[in-house]
């Protein structure tokens, strides 16, 4: 059998998973075929008093929701015997049902949501949700756009990338990474865990590492932040991370394109990832332009051969083919989506119907 570092079993691991970052019920795993007392013990002591989950936790809708399904769960499977269901469970219930009857139809504030993995690293010193797990927890948005910026939440191919990255640690272990288009920070909190996990004191061995996370949008700098610094994600304790302003948008525009450059030049990223960042054609050119420059300023600085992992969704074959032929020029792309096969090691749902393509992508030689 594989080793296990995780001290919560199937099917209660992913029960966890899937209530800390709000995955919908249907997709949650059937309870039916396990005793009233482990199921209990799990729901009151794993989740309700879980001082990880008491602190971040997740949608107040969503929560109504499975604490439904929960208790409904728990009386299918009380029998004859005297055991019965804990107070706290109901109160809990009744206290989230008279909560959301106060807040009306108000649209669903930013919550907390919780991604999870195995990892038989996970530093010590910090509580963890369950023993060998490792987590980015980040508040997020519950609509795909708000204040208009697509930035407040996680986007699917992040999670992908997340995953090829969990392969292939030593892409970032160690090196100086660039993020284009950070959104709210999960890929950040995720390269910050892999860097910490490789051992910052271990600098000299593997080169001292660094993380830029860039955006636009100042309230989506200002989310990525707070959520890079919540106490329960390795990120708060990693020694150099940054979140700065760098718009694409400025590769194309000579009065701005100084300020960028010296930008790039402060980073001297040796890596550059970037998920779902290739979604409006307009902005398609600019994007390019800007891995161009930085590629090429790396190269002719100190003679780095900066290397990029850009993941996106295919939303629509014609700005993916956009995005292809304008990097064609000055860039040379290499699809290595079938790095992307079989993936789970984040327990997070994803469609079936929404195609992933991973790109590594380096300066046209
Ligand atoms: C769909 S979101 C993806 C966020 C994050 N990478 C993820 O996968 O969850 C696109 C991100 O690109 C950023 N963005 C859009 N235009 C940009 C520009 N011109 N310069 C820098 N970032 C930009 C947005 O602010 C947003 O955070």
Request: charged letters at 20%; a negative charge; glycine letters at 4%.
């Amino acid at each position: 059998m594989a080793f296990d570092p995780s001290d919560v079993r199937e099917p209660f691991f992913s029960v966890l998973c899937g209530y800390v970052s709000n995955v919908p019920l249907r997709l949650i795993p059937d309870l039916a075929s396990i005793s009233f007392e482990e199921a209990h013990n799990f729901f009151l002591n794993r989740l309700l008093l879980n001082p990880h989950v008491q602190a971040y936790p997740p949608a107040e809708r969503y929560q109504i929701l499975f604490w439904k399904w929960a208790i409904e769960t728990l009386e299918s499977l009380l029998d004859e015997q005297d055991a019965e269901i804990d107070d706290r469970l109901y109160n809990h219930l009744v206290n989230l049902i008279r909560c959301s009857s106060s807040s009306g139809t108000n649209p669903p504030s930013a919550s907390y949501v919780t991604y999870l993995w195995k990892s038989s690293e996970t530093q010590r010193q910090r509580a963890s949700i369950c023993a060998g797990v490792a987590n980015a927890t980040l508040l997020e948005s519950r609509t795909l756009v708000e204040r208009g910026t697509t930035g407040l939440t996680t986007w699917t191919a992040s999670i992908s990338l997340a995953e090829f990255l969990f392969k292939h640690s030593e892409l970032v272990q160690g090196k100086r990474v660039l993020e284009l288009g950070c959104g709210a920070g999960f890929l950040g909190i995720v390269v910050a865990t892999l860097q910490q996990r490789c051992g910052i004191a271990r600098a000299k061995e593997h080169g001292r590492p660094s993380l830029w996370l860039t955006d636009v949008d100042s309230n989506v700098l200002s989310r990525c932040q707070d959520n890079i610094q919540l106490p329960c994600n390795a990120s708060s304790c990693h020694p150099d991370v940054h979140c700065a302003k760098l718009n694409w948008m400025d590769a194309n525009n000579p009065a701005a394109r100084p300020s960028l450059e010296s930008t790039i030049c402060t980073v001297n990223a040796d890596v550059i990832i970037g998920a779902d960042i290739v979604f409006d054609p307009a902005i398609i050119p600019a994007l390019v332009d800007t891995m161009s420059l930085i590629m090429h300023s790396g190269q002719s600085k100190s003679g780095k051969h900066i290397i990029a992992y850009i993941a996106l969704t295919v939303r629509n074959e014609e700005t993916l083919s956009r995005f292809v032929h304008t990097s064609e020029h000055s860039l040379e792309l290499l699809d290595i989506s079938t790095e992307l096969v079989g993936q789970g090691i984040l327990a997070v749902p994803r469609s079936e119907d929404q195609e992933i393509r991973l790109y590594r992508i380096q300066r046209r030689r």
